[in-house]
């Protein structure tokens, strides 16, 4: 589509959006009538800007159903998601929104080539969370055979990706991993597994890890993006070109904020991604603030698609980190371990406060392949993992090497940080 035929439908698509839920959602309402805005003010997606941002903060503030933009019957799946802090970010979907959800996530799978003769192992969580049922569904929609395993219970994910010859697998890039090291302790190599593709996604992972994984497990890796409260998985996802991911923008409107000024940036400067769920009815979010790090580009793509891409997310604002007055985001260090090459990708991040000095541990697996007993050696390693780091992000840093296996895995999204300043 060209770039003047999507902004008309993006247009028509934001004018009914704020129609409707000026109409049915107090919340818009007030908060439209708080600035002296009224609905026919919006007149294209020119005037997006006029409309107030929503927080996650406003999700809680109306927990569950406040946002809900019809009445509970109109409502036939309801996902959420687990904050850190307090009540889980509740969803709902109608029947129109499951299709659209399906629509966009075998989209998705289409730009990795995914399709009727594909084996499609879903490892993502099923339940609440929206990435095993988002992702089933699409898988379904483009054709493959779907698998729907659920996260968790390695030796079974490996015994059924051999015996029923999975080509793709869809799960977290820290499970990804995780799976493909746990390979020989199970009894299988790669010679048992068909395994072609991989459609990972649900946290940040740097490009690094995209090369680690596709050659840990010989196939093609791809990015998979998207947050519950815009729909689930399938917002955005890369193609063969890895060159950003292509949102599916007739669906969610981004936008990309500075983070502390809220002002709309223009392409290609970084900031905070924001979306406006166009054709959304259960729970339209108009200009929802991400808190995630991208940029976007409307550049046509080498792949032929028109759609705005954004660039692959290795942060959210509220997981950097300060030391010592320094931004760090624990993406940086995954990048600078994975470019050394010489230690495993499981790693942990401890923040601590003595005498009112930030300081920063890292603890990181050696590698099986290359572990040595001298002391030597070690010391030798983790001074230079500590120079890599001194140079790439300007903190020194304390490096711990730690046995094979002897960080935590996660089934589903990793944990990496711990912080215990607080
Ligand atoms: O994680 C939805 C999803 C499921 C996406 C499966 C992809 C695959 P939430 O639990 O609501 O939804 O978490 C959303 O996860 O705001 C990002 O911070 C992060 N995130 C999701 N996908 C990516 C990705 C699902 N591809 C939050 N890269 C988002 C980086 C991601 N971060």
Same mark, same amino acid.
């Given at each position: 589509m060209s770039r003047s035929k999507m902004r008309e439908l993006q247009s028509k698509r934001l004018c009914e959006l704020v129609e409707r839920v000026y109409k049915n959602v107090p919340f818009y309402r007030e908060k439209m009538d708080a600035i002296g805005l009224k609905p026919t003010d919006i007149k294209s997606i020119e005037d997006i800007a006029k409309l107030p941002f929503t927080s996650k903060q406003d999700l809680r503030d109306n927990y569950p159903f406040g946002l809900f933009a019809v009445p509970m019957k109109e409502i036939v799946r309801i996902h959420a998601s687990s904050g850190t802090t307090g009540k889980p970010t509740t969803v709902g979907y109608t029947r129109n929104d499951l299709e659209i959800w399906k629509e966009v996530v075998s989209r998705s799978f289409s730009m990795c080539g995914i399709g009727t003769d594909d084996v499609m192992q879903v490892a993502y969580g099923y339940g609440l969370f929206t990435g095993g049922l988002g992702a089933h569904y699409g898988a379904e929609e483009v054709g493959a055979s779907v698998i729907p395993i659920s996260g968790g219970n390695t030796r079974r994910q490996l015994q059924l990706m051999s015996d029923y010859g999975s080509t793709v697998l869809a799960c977290t890039p820290s499970y990804a991993l995780h799976l493909a090291d746990a390979m020989p302790e199970y009894g299988y190599s790669l010679s048992d597994i068909k395994l072609k593709k991989g459609v990972f996604g649900a946290e940040p992972w740097t490009e690094n890890m995209r090369i680690e994984l596709e050659k840990k497990w010989g196939i093609r890796a791809y990015d998979i993006?998207?947050?519950?409260?815009?729909?689930?998985?399938?917002?955005?996802?890369?193609?063969?070109?890895?060159?950003?991911?292509?949102?599916?923008?007739?669906?969610?409107?981004?936008?990309?904020?500075?983070?502390?000024?809220?002002?709309?940036?223009?392409?290609?400067?970084?900031?905070?991604?924001?979306?406006?769920?166009?054709? %959304?009815?259960?729970?339209? #979010?108009?200009?929802?603030?991400?808190?995630?790090?991208?940029?976007?580009?409307?550049? %046509?793509?080498?792949?032929?698609?028109?759609?705005?891409?954004?660039?692959?997310?290795?942060?959210?604002?509220?997981?950097?980190?300060?030391?010592?007055?320094?931004?760090?985001?624990?993406?940086?260090?995954?990048?600078?371990?994975?470019?050394?090459?010489?230690?495993?990708?499981?790693?942990?991040?401890?923040?601590?406060?003595?005498?009112?000095?930030?300081?920063?541990?890292?603890?990181?697996?050696?590698?099986?392949?290359?572990?040595?007993?001298?002391?030597?050696?070690?010391?030798? #390693?983790?001074?230079?993992?500590?120079?890599?780091?001194?140079?790439?992000?300007? #903190?020194?840093?304390?490096?711990?090497?730690?046995?094979?296996?002897?960080?935590?895995?996660?089934?589903? %999204?990793?944990?990496?940080?711990?912080?215990?300043?607080?």
């Open positions: 993006y998207g947050l519950s409260e815009i729909m689930g998985p399938g917002v955005s996802n890369d193609c063969e070109h890895h060159v950003g991911l292509h949102v599916h923008e007739d669906h969610f409107y981004p936008e990309v904020v500075h983070p502390e000024t809220n002002e709309p940036l223009s392409e290609g400067e970084e900031g905070e991604l924001v979306f406006t769920t166009l054709t %959304k009815e259960g729970i339209p #979010l108009i200009r929802y603030n991400t808190r995630d790090l991208s940029t976007l580009y409307f550049e %046509k793509c080498s792949c032929g698609r028109t759609l705005v891409r954004m660039k692959k997310i290795t942060g959210r604002s509220d997981d950097m980190l300060i030391i010592r007055g320094v931004n760090l985001f624990p993406s940086q260090i995954e990048h600078v371990l994975l470019d050394m090459g010489e230690t495993s990708a499981h790693y942990m991040l401890y923040v601590d406060r003595h005498n009112n000095l930030d300081t920063l541990e890292l603890q990181v697996e050696l590698d099986e392949s290359k572990l040595t007993d001298t002391i030597k050696d070690l010391q030798y #390693l983790s001074k230079r993992i500590q120079h890599a780091l001194n140079s790439a992000i300007g #903190l020194s840093v304390k490096v711990t090497l730690v046995e094979p296996k002897s960080i935590a895995r996660s089934e589903g %999204k990793a944990v990496r940080v711990v912080d215990r300043r607080k």
